[in-house]
């Protein structure tokens, strides 16, 4: 055999066996994806109150969209922090609530979840109009750069299980990744969609009259930080529609329809 065809016959050999192990992966996954959810896991969540609220059917589907989640994501402990089992279970569960009725293929394009066991300092360079460059640094509970990996801190997550309602740095993280997903459309009125017009109508009043609160130092149902911009009113107020849901439907009648249509599920009728 010459080299050339020695060549041509390796290559060959590496993308069948690529071919092969793509396909057993992807049959492992649908096995797994069949599996009931463990009752470990389930225990896990009692610490969720969210969790306690979901209907059976609702805790169905995101059971599966959690698995899958977990499946492909790997979640890295960052400063020391070894993840456990019990802290992919409450982020994926919590993360597959936004997913689980719209696109349980949502999560497809993240890459990892990093985890510091508490906030966790980054440096910020900002360039102003004459070119003037400061370099700050800031603590943060969690950050969505891109779609590729979210950052999380767990003591910021743990707060938000023990009961401060309205705060869940999860759904506020993978809501700014599904902004993301939409290359920032959802929030930059950069879309024709059918129903983009009034979604946007309606996601820059509600943004408006939070500025306006927060402007006369009015208490807010919706995190004051909401008021920084558009994108984090929409990760803000995703956490308000599923943490105190009734109170946002009274009070964010036309906000809460829309987030009920594009999350495809109403938490105002869970128990
Ligand atoms: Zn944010």
Do not use: K
Request: net charge negative.
């Amino acid at each position: 055999m010459t080299p050339f065809a020695l060549a041509i016959a390796l290559f060959f050999a590496l993308a069948a066996t690529v071919i092969v192990w793509r396909i057993l992966r992807a049959r492992r996954r649908a096995h797994e994806l069949r599996e009931p959810f463990p009752p470990s896991w389930r225990r896990m969540l009692a610490r969720v109150p969210l969790w306690q609220r979901l209907p059976p059917p609702v805790r169905a589907q995101i059971e599966t969209a959690a698995r899958r989640l977990m499946q492909r994501v790997s979640f890295i402990g960052c400063n020391g922090l070894t993840v456990t089992d019990e802290m992919r279970v409450i982020i994926a569960t919590q993360a597959a609530l936004l997913v689980a009725h719209r696109d349980s293929h949502a999560y497809d394009a993240l890459y990892s979840v990093l985890v510091y066991p508490g906030e966790f300092v980054v440096e910020d360079r900002d360039e102003d109009e004459f070119g003037l460059v400061t370099v700050g640094r800031r603590a943060l509970s969690g950050q969505t750069i891109d779609v590729s990996r979210i950052v999380l801190s767990w003591e910021d997550i743990e707060d938000g299980l023990a009961g401060d309602e309205g705060y869940n740095v999860v759904l506020h993280e993978f809501a700014h990744y599904l902004d993301h997903l939409a290359e920032g459309a959802l929030t930059d009125g950069g879309v024709l969609a059918p129903g983009a017009q009034r979604w946007h109508a309606t996601l820059e009043a509600a943004y408006e009259a939070l500025c306006d609160a927060v402007d006369r130092g009015e208490d807010s149902l919706i995190d004051p930080y909401g008021a920084e911009d558009l994108a984090e009113f929409f990760a803000t107020a995703t956490e308000v529609f599923f943490e105190r849901a009734r109170e946002f439907r009274a009070a964010h009648p036309r906000l809460h329809a829309e987030l009920r249509e594009f999350y495809g599920v109403d938490p105002a009728e869970w128990g």
